[in-house]
């Protein structure tokens, strides 16, 4: 029996589990897995009457002799508990607790099968249960794997349906629900089989679900127009607000936070498109996606350091090409490598993205979104304990001793972009993280709408709110004023000259 239950391990594994979607999606080999999981049952009827413990890498093997009310729990990693309250006399139980058979048994019945399933798929151990008496009422406990899907079904495995060929039918059980229903639901029956559990993707009624698609996609285009607004006004004033080095480095920031949020939004309505196109489109896109939207927190996190820098060492001089190297090897290089380290880490377990219905990092196999969750955090946590550390230094001695004469301005635009951005892109991805495992409407409209502001207050904070950067505007759109009425009153003749004076001083000015 330890042999047999170890070969049911190996071809039950993951990487055997494209094979048996191959055979219970063929019509000439679709009842295989239920063969299988009879001749399971079959065997487990025909064991000799003593106790059993056998336990292998993916199943555990129990039998034993027991009279009511009886309640234990079962598996290699006590994963389903059972209960059984009242039995007739003395009572064999054989129990059967596997997570190979997860990979083996299909998500089928009579409304739908593996090619339409919708992300339905077993969310807790196959149990299979077998007595030597009947038993009327039998209660299951399933810990729960995939925390992120919803809809549970009690199903047991009913070898006639669908023409013999076998499926999950849910008759004579009942769900029970518990006070932590994230973490183990209860199922109760009147007969014993072989018992799993089936979850769905958390989902939205249909017409929520539209009402969210407008949002996030008019969200998401109003950020796009932000940031392409954010680099127009960059280019047009690019000269004219980059005359010292704080200055300089400051621009470049923003420049590059903005570009590596449009990318990512890019990527993120791509995304969106290709989610049902097959796990290379989409593996691409949360790629980029989940590049870029790191990108965006580390030049957050340069511009903190150029903000700590600037103020601590007032007198130190870092050249400008140094500065550049170490911004875009940070800015980009780092997360570059965090990036790549994902894809190769969860290559091997196909777990690099979520699967069935979002293009974005896995949580639940692989745990790969750690990979942006935890840079994230921590860029924000450095940015606030930096803005701590600034606010001291400056209320102990004062703006003007900690800074050169021609970077206070940039370092407190810095300052506040730094002060109102961090938490403000922090709290969005916080409820964007929220979304993947709540089906609460309210989170999903707050994370859309969040995710539009990002651009705006990129465009705001960084840009327009800056008064260096609204002089330069008007100095710009004066000089084509200036510009237009010259050549206006060259055509007119000496009629128009005698305004030329006010121009000359207003340009002046203006420069």
Known sequence: MTDFLKTTDVIGSDNAQETWVLLNNNSTTMNTSSELLNSTEHIARRLPDE?????????????????????????????????????????????????????????????????????????????????NTTINNISLSFDIKNKTLGKPQC????????????????????????????????????????????????????????????????????????????????????????????????????????VSLLIADICFIIGAAVVKQGEGPCSTATFFMHFFYLALFFWMLLSALLLLYRTLMVFSRMTRGAMMAIAFTVGYGAPLIIAVITVASTAGRKGYIQKDYNCWLNWNETKALLAFVIPVLTIVAINLLVLIVVLCKMLRRGVNATTQPDEKHPLLVIARCVAILTPLFGLTWGF?????????????????????????????????????????????????????????????????????PFFQRLQQRST
């Open 51 to 131: 106790n059993l413990w056998i336990t292998t890498n993916f199943t555990s093997l129990n039998k034993t002799s027991i009279t009511a009310p009886f309640s234990a729990t079962f598996g290699k990693n006590l994963t389903t508990q059972i209960k059984i309250p009242v039995t007739s006399a003395q009572t064999s139980l054989t129990v059967i607790i596997s997570s190979a058979l997860n990979n083996i048994l299909p998500v089928r019945n009579l409304t739908y099968n593996d090619s339409s399933q919708g992300g339905t798929r077993i969310n807790g151990d196959v149990a299979l249960i077998e007595t």
């Open 155 to 258: 199903v047991f495995w009913n070898f006639s349906l669908l023409n013999g060929v076998g499926g999950w039918d849910s008759t004579g059980c009942q769900l029970k629900t518990l006070g932590n229903e994230s973490e183990r639901y209860t199922c109760e029956c009147n007969h014993t089989t072989s018992f799993s559990i089936l979850m769905s993707p958390f989902s939205l009624d249909k017409g929520l679900a539209i009402i969210l698609d407008y949002i996030t996609y008019i969200g998401v285009a109003i950020s796009l127009g932000c940031l392409v607004l954010c680099l127009i006004i960059e280019i047009i004033i690019w000269k004219s607000v980059t005359r010292n080095d704080t200055s300089y480095m400051r621009h470049v920031s923003i420049v590059n936070i903005a």
């Open 432 to 500: 964007g993280i929220g979304t993947m495992v709540s089906p609460n409407f309210g989170v999903h409209v707050v994370f859309a709408f969040l995710n539009s502001l990002q651009g705006f207050f990129i465009l705001l904070f960084g840009t327009l709110l800056d008064s260096k950067v609204r002089e330069a505007l008007a100095g710009t759109f004066s000089l084509r004023n200036l510009s237009s009425s010259r050549t206006r009153s060259t055509s007119a003749g000496p009629s128009s000259s005698s305004g030329f």
